[in-house]
């Protein structure tokens, strides 16, 4: 699997309800990109942590819910570079997003 989650004819495959407020992807090696419309409906969706995704290079083309609280990145060492404070290209994407940690450093605002 290389995108998540799996679309037919641009649509997604899987719907998770919108009450979720925790959300991990772990281990995924050849993850690379995780899709906006995964994310649109999640409203009270607070945490996103993710661990072990090497390729994974883009979270989402667009901004997250209002609601999360907080981003946490280990072993991600694509995403890492991208998510780099003022330098990576995601860097305005997660901006505000109250508390981001990469590899164990929380990312000072």
């Known amino acids: 699997m290389d995108s998540f989650p799996e679309e037919e004819d641009g649509k997604a495959m899987l719907m ?9 992807f772990f281990n995924f090696p050849n993850l690379e990109f995780l899709s906006w419309k995964f994310f649109q409906n999640l409203s009270a969706l607070e945490h996103i942590s ?11 083309e667009k901004c997250f819910p209002p609601s999360l609280q907080r981003l946490d990145i280990y072993r ?34």
């Open 16 to 24: 998770l309800p919108t009450s979720l407020t925790i959300l991990g």
């Open 50 to 60: 993710v661990r072990k995704c090497p390729k994974l290079a883009s979270l989402s």
């Open 76 to 109: 991600c060492p694509v995403l890492k570079q991208n998510c780099e404070k003022d330098k990576g290209i995601m860097w305005s994407k997660i901006a505000n997003i109250p508390s981001v940690e990469i590899d164990f450093v929380e990312q000072q605002k």
